[in-house]
């Protein structure tokens, strides 16, 4: 308790001053405030140095010796060995005021004092070595007081027999004066005082194990804390080592429960001081981290740097004075940074400033329960509370921090999960599109396969048409010879066969002529057929020659519009003439703003009345099975796009089923009655426009609903 | 004036002779038949250019109707030059380009017809 009072102002406070008298009589209104007389500093006392066991004696004769107060003990007293030694005798009187009283005495200070009252030895502090046994000093702290039993109204003779030693820190000093330890000597207490000095020798040694227990327990936190290498590692090392000098100093306030030797006592005193001063200075650096300051190692240093010079001045000087400073600096300071930075301060903080204001608290207490008096029942619990509240609220700091933290983990991992969830559903999507493009993908390439071989298929069947067209060719050729001379033989034997007639046939017997006339008849009959029979081939073999002619017609820019308007009358007009009772419905559908295009006119023309001829076919044979109210239309309509001219013939007519649609192109193949069509109408169509014009020419039909043929011309 | 009739066909003397056989009586065409160009090269050394008409196929093995006119016009480049007229299959432009080109007088198409080549030698009809 004396060590922590050290730092505290008020503890410079108390020096009662008591009334001196030849005589002396006690009266219990010398009692300061806490029931307590400095027998050491009365003036009746008279000394002498030596040892002589009589000197207790009440009737011994003491004129011989000095005048001298306990109080006024010092160095001089000392021999050349360091040791002290004499005795002082007083005469005192308790008046009526002490009637029933419980007194006690002690000593505190560091001398060993044999206490004689009337001769008869009291008490002993210490052993002054009197009874035989070894010199022992008095250790003075957390010492109970002696009963001190006098009979009130009554002189009663005091003798003490004192011995000391020279301080092994100070030549200039006994130890007893270690604090001004020799006026404290010999001290009367009354019954309040006795009572507290008996329960602060048995409570103190408790305080100091709780506040190490404490400390010890929450240094070692800190420390694992530390090297568990959690949150805010450098603020809870700094809180770690703050606690542990908090540590150090509780072991030598411990200490001093185990009564050590002076030497001891004087150094882990002074060491205490020093480490509590420095632990102390920990506090406002640890605030400065807290409240997220820039850790500035000036400033670390200038604040430990007053602590340590405060406190080593108190240790050098034996003042509280410069520690207390420090401490109150530091508190100002503390206290000023929370001012300051009071718009930080949330959440947690709020544990480490309300833990300042309950050291503050605690500290005002202790000082003021110690001015009112300096034993007082409640000044463990001050000095507990003092000592404990701001490592607490730094504990408690840290587990609502972490508390925060964990609440700050949850938060991000929860949008972390979020992200993840997000991300997961983004690639799903992702995922999914990917799949739909790969669908539409293998869907395009499918088709795109389709196509190809649809186009493959196209190109082997043109190669087929155009080898076919050669082959026609060809054949035509060599056939046109013979069936030429056919043709004019016939008919030169048709001339004989008239010539015959006209000549040598007259002059036939007339028995014989009607016989001759008769085979002539047949003659020129069969001729006719021959020549019949043999224009059909040579006209078949035109068309097919017209597969082999590499020279067209001029090309020249052309009005599709019109050419397919006129041949569609052509066509029409033509067919009028041969069925008149035909009629159909011509429609057109031109683009108006049709390009002229380059083309040879009479072979598209051509093109163009073959497929008239096929749709007024088509729809003449349907008009002949289809009942009444069927109109045949045949539809011509024209259209640019992709760079294409297009004319589209359509019917509603028969038809054509998928095998027929599939050999249309092909030389020869009709469904024309034999002597109806020649088979070559398409073919010839087909290579007008594909060789001879680059472009296209398909059909599409349906079996009953009708055709339709597309020539498409590129532009280009 | 005879008429040179050039061609590989060995039936178009009879068809000739029959088609034309009014004029071959009354001796108003005089035909003569060479089954290759080469014949009608002989026969054109023999008797000369004059007062002949080749009537020539192109189409024909060995030495083509267009060899012949070429080789007639060069060898026999007197006035006055023989006539020729040049037939070839149906609808064979680029022949009669060729033909026109390289000196023929006149060109028909096969199947020919032979009104039309009456008139046509109507012209030479007695010289």
Known sequence: MKTLVAFLLVSLCLTPCLAQDTTLTLTNRMFSSDQLINLSTMRDWVFKAGQNPGWASPALNTTSWTKRRPSDLSIKDADKTGRAEGWFRCRIRLDSTFEGMQLGVFSYCWAAVDLYVDGRLITSFGNTGANGRPYAEHYPYYQKAAPFDLTTGQDHLIALHVVDYVSPFSKNQLKAQLEGGTSKIIRIVGPKTFNWLHVNARLSPVYSAIWLTVSFLLATLFWLLVFQNLYERSLIRLLAIGETLLVFASIGLMMEVLEPAFIYEVIVYRISGVLLGVAIAFLPITLLRVLNYPSSRR????????????????????????????????????????????????GALWAIVTGAFLTIAFALGYAILQLSSFFNPHLGYAATGFFLSLPLSFLVYIALRFKEIVAEDRAKAVAVVQITEEKRQLLATQNQRLEQQVETRTAQLNQSLIDLRATQAQLIQKEKLASLGELTAGVAHEIQNPLNFVNNFAEVSTELIDELKEGPFQKLPDSEKGYADEILGDLSSNLQKINH?????????????????????????????????????????????????FNADLKTNFMTDLGRIEVVPQEIGRVLLNLYNNAFYAVIKKQKLAPSGYQPTVTVSTHQFNGQLQIRVSDNGTGMPESVKAKIFQPFFTTKPTSEGTGLGLSLSYDIVTKGHGGTLTAESEPNQGTVFTIALPLT | ??????????????????????????????????????????????????????????????????????????????????????????????????????????????PIDFEQLRAKLQPFVGQ
């Open chain 1, 299 to 346: 400033i670390d240093s200038f604040i430990i740097g007053i602590s340590v010079l405060g406190s080593s001045l108190t240790a050098y000087t034996n003042t509280g004075l410069p520690s207390s400073l420090a401490t109150v600096l530091q508190f100002l300071f503390f206290f000023a940074l929370l001012i300051w930075a009071r718009k930080k301060i949330k």
């Open chain 1, 533 to 581: 029979h043999g224009g059909r081939a040579s006209s078949i073999v035109k068309g097919m020659l017209e597969h082999s002619r590499t020279e067209s017609g001029e090309r020249r820019p052309t009005d599709l519009n019109a050419l397919a308007d006129e041949y569609l009358k052509i066509a029409y007009h033509g067919l009028r003439a041969k069925d008149k009772d």
């Open chain 2, 1 to 110: 004036m005879t008429i040179l009739v050039v061609d590989d066909e060995l039936d178009i003397k009879d068809l000739f002779q029959q088609r034309f056989r009014r004029e071959i009586r009354s001796q108003t065409l005089h035909f003569a038949f060479a089954h290759s160009a080469q014949q009608a090269m002989d026969y054109l050394n023999q008797h000369g250019g004059k007062d002949v008409l080749i009537l020539s196929d192109i189409n024909m093995p060995g030495m083509s109707g267009l060899d012949l006119l070429r080789r007639v016009r060069s060898d026999y480049p007197l006035p006055p030059p023989p006539v020729i007229m040049m037939i070839t299959a149906y609808g064979d432009a680029p022949s009669y380009q060729q033909a026109m080109t390289e000196g023929a007088n006149d060109f028909l198409s096969k």
